[in-house]
Nanobody, 120 residues
Framework: QVQLVESGGGLVQAGGSLRLSCAAS????????MGWYEQAPGKQRELVAS???????TYVDSVKGRFAISRDNTKNTVYLQMNSLKPEDTAVYYC??????????????WGQGTQVTVSS
């Protein structure tokens, strides 16, 4: 079993910053891609940013220049630094990890979600 535990969400005014963290633990052999997704009310879950095991990153256009994803492979943790936040960034943010377990099977795992609310 693998668990992803997120932290760092909250309420912030427009223009402010938040840093999300997601720590993976359990039967982990290796973590491939990690990423952050957002889900606003009534909408589908969508990718915000992702990072490979060697640090290559991708971002959705709407967050380029404002958000930065990073990871610490020694801690099995991924971060999302969110700057210049806008009301439209309001959503539940989910951490995702593509994990190779100790049994060498590969699974996708999700965190429980953390609410980010940006007031205008």
């Amino acid at each position: 079993q693998v668990q992803l535990v997120e932290s760092g969400g909250g309420l912030v005014q427009a223009g402010g910053s938040l840093r999300l963290s997601c720590a993976a633990s359990g039967s982990i052999f290796k973590i491939n891609d990690m990423g952050w997704y957002e889900q606003a009310p009534g909408k589908q879950r969508e990718l915000v940013a992702s990072i490979t095991s060697d640090g290559s990153t991708t971002y959705v256009d709407s967050v380029k220049g404002r958000f930065a994803i990073s990871r610490d492979n020694t801690k099995n943790t991924v971060y999302l630094q969110m700057n210049s936040l806008k009301p439209e960034d309001t959503a539940v943010y989910y951490c995702h990890a593509h994990v190779v377990t100790l049994t060498r099977f590969t699974f996708n795992y999700w965190g429980q979600g953390t609410q980010v609310t940006v007031s205008s």
